[in-house]
């Protein structure tokens, strides 16, 4: 007994020792060819951990079944050792998949102006790298349940009934499938593409991640917003990258009838050149209102991307108000209120006849002959002219009787 653990002690030694000396010379290899190719580098360091373990993994198998071949427990440890290998070379296949798609990534920078067709590989190739790890993954569990044989016998009847499973499945898993196809479209498709700059949801964000379900918007103000893949298949945004990164931008103003737009042409000129926001490819100032008591100035500009436009703008629009501050002051916004003096004249009196001027003078009013007011006082018992015009009351005073009859 002591003799067949000691055969099967040396036995794995041995195995270890040769997956170890294999793994050794090749990682001597990629060291010697790290110092001149920058992808030799890369790939060791991505896929050493993995490689080092699938090798030293089948030095133990070798060993082990070289020792304990004839052991009844011998189809079970072979089995483990299957799922292991499984395991290890899924890492390393998971691994080296990283490594061209970092490769990938790598020579398609998005830092760079111009970077419509490097933003949509680095799309296509984040989501082929994880479909390729998801396939990888799928893949090596279902080899490593296929070693056991109730599994297989199971298999074997999925697979007979694989049209009812797929349509059950189907239904059940109804959203995720048309979210992993609506992310597949977005990707392949150049509808959207990462550091696209978009707004959706009244919201203006950088497109961060593109997953197979959901997309990461990296909000201005360094919030996330998180939409489902179906969103941008079913729902209008806008989308200011598709074409180009360029992007013009207005600033407008309310202002005095006595601006001058000549004036404030000549200096946004001056303003354009003293900054590097502006790309030079366009700069229009236009009065496009004048009502409402006020003249709207309004300025187009250009820059090179969405972030130095939103710069740009602000530059421009406190350039001009402190010109005008400064320089004009009279056009800053004013509101004018118009205040109109009336004369009143003193009322005419009754009765007096108008003369012939006066009547020239009041055409549009209408006034009664000398001859009606009189005749019409004859029957009112109006009191004198002189004192109702005034609307002074008159007292008539019967004489006092009293003293000449106390005399009488």
Known sequence: MLNDWLEFGIAIAIGIGAAALVALIVHLAMRVAGRRHQWARALTSAARRAFWTLLLICGAWAGAAASLDAKDWWPTLSQVFTIAVIGALAW??????????????????????????????????????????????????????????????????????????????????????????????????????????????????????????????????????????????????????????????????????????????????????????????????????????????????????????????CFVRESMVLWVQGEMPDAAPAQRILVAESAHEPPKRRGKRAEPSEQAGDSGLFTGSAEAEERASQFTHSSPPDSAEYGVPVVVQEPDTSESNAKS
């Open 92 to 313: 390393l296949l998971v691994a080296l998949v990283g490594f061209v798609a970092n490769i990938a990534l790598g020579y398609n920078p998005i830092d760079v102006p111009n970077n419509t067709v490097a933003r949509r590989l680095r799309t296509q190739t984040l989501i082929m790298r994880r479909l390729a790890t998801a396939l990888i993954i799928v893949i090596a569990i279902g080899t490593a349940l296929f070693t056991f044989d109730s599994v297989r016998a199971i298999g074997a009847s999925i697979l007979a009934s694989a049209g009812i499973i797929s349509i059950v499945a189907g239904l059940a898993a109804q959203s995720a499938l048309a979210n992993m196809f609506a992310g597949i479209q977005l990707v392949f498709s150049n509808a959207l593409r990462v550091d696209d700059v978009i707004v959706a949801e009244g919201e203006w964000g950088r497109v961060g991640e593109i997953t197979l379900s959901y997309v990461v918007l990296e909000l201005w103000d360094d919030r996330r917003l998180v939409l489902p893949c179906t969103y941008f298949t079913t729902t209008p945004y806008q989308h200011w990258t598709r074409e180009g990164t360029e992007l013009l931008g207005s600033v407008e103003f309310d202002l005095d009838w006595r601006v001058s737009p000549e004036r404030m042409r000549v200096h946004l000129d001056e303003i354009l050149t003293q900054t590097p926001l502006y790309d030079g490819r366009a700069s229009v100032l236009q009065v496009t209102e004048a009502t409402g008591g006020y003249v709207r100035v309004r300025i187009l500009v250009t820059a090179m991307d969405a972030p130095t436009l939103f710069d740009l703008r």
